[in-house]
């Protein structure tokens, strides 16, 4: 059984020059475990997707299991704490508050559960430290390269042991030796933490570590590619 089953997914945006359909009947199953990678070129709706898989935002038609929840029908406070148990994020631009420091921002998710501060700072710190950012604790996001910042939104994103992990371009705002060591981890993570990821990605190198590659075009996801396969396109 699936653990996220997405059917006929339907989005559209109102432009200048008109609407314009983004997604057009999306179907998805993702078994417990897996590790996704959906690809496809710049505005095929790779970002549009995941925010609905999310609960970032809402589509016109179709529906979203995961687990028990049914996606679609969520909204409002009960969208934002769904996300905060059940969902974690990683964007291609890290998005830590600025006045934060590191462990404060991996801590936010647990302190929005009321998770008492001492507590949620040393889980935070705890989860920093493995990702090897013991030495980075009370930097603020300003003071971190890159490649730190984005592994402090991977820590953020998993201090809560979210169900579902969903990143957005997570290498590509990294130079190459940044972006595979990025790849590297999230890899690593995965497997040590049982995690189930889907990851919108450019870099055919990230895609090719996951155990399925899709395709998106014309707004719906082509059949699964073996990674030799998509590799050679």
Known sequence: MSLLEARGLARTFTTAAGALPVLR????????GEMIAVTGSSGAG??????????????????????????????GTAAAAFRNRHIGF???????????????????PLRIRRVPRGPAQARAAGLL???????????RPEALSGGEQQRVAVARALVGDPSLLLADEPTGNLDDAAGERLADLLTSLHRSRGLTS??????????ARCDR?????????????????????
């Open 25 to 32: 009947g999306v179907d998805l199953d993702v078994r417990a």
């Open 129 to 139: 430290a493995s990702l090897g950012l013991e030495d980075r604790l009370t930097h």
């Open 198 to 207: 889907i990851i919108a990605t450019h870099s055919t190198r990230l895609a």
């Open 213 to 233: 590659i899709l395709r998106l075009r014309g707004g719906r996801l082509r059949a699964p590619l073996l990674n030799s396969e998509a590799a050679a396109r």
């Open 46 to 75: 790779k970002t549009t997707l995941l925010h609905l898989l999310g609960a970032l935002d809402r589509a016109e038609a179709g529906t979203i299991r995961l687990g028990d929840a049914r996606v679609e029908r969520l909204a």
């Open 90 to 108: 990683v964007f291609q631009h890290h998005r830590l508050l600025p006045e934060f420091t590191a462990v404060e921002n991996v801590a936010f």
